[in-house]
């Protein structure tokens, strides 16, 4: 079966900052970015390989994407057409309060 296109990889981490996957691959796209009374926060919709969603199954988990972090919103695997669907969210990416 073909795979698809993962041009990017995450470094995954748990709450702690203790490393949970290395180099996984991953492509990842923006969904949207709002304004909140917290802060601006970005979404983003994402796609990793099949045999990562046990390990992305914990919550609270990030994922540092070429020098970005991103919070790892939900992971949902597909087994039809093996992948794991990622929703992410980048909080004040300025670096605001």
Request: charged share 15%; net charge negative; glycine share 10%.
């Amino acid at each position: 079966m073909a795979s698809l296109p993962y041009t990017l990889t995450a470094t995954v981490t748990a709450q702690g900052g203790a490393e949970v996957l290395s180099d996984m691959p991953i492509q990842l796209w923006p969904s949207g970015g709002h304004n909140e009374t917290t802060g601006r926060y970005y979404d983003h919709s994402g796609e990793c390989p099949y045999e990562y969603a046990e390990a992305l199954s914990d919550p609270n988990l990030s994922a540092e994407v070429a020098g970005v972090d991103y919070k790892i919103v939900s992971a949902i695997p597909h087994a039809f057409f093996p992948h794991v669907a990622l929703f992410l969210r980048r909080s004040n990416p300025g670096g605001g309060a």
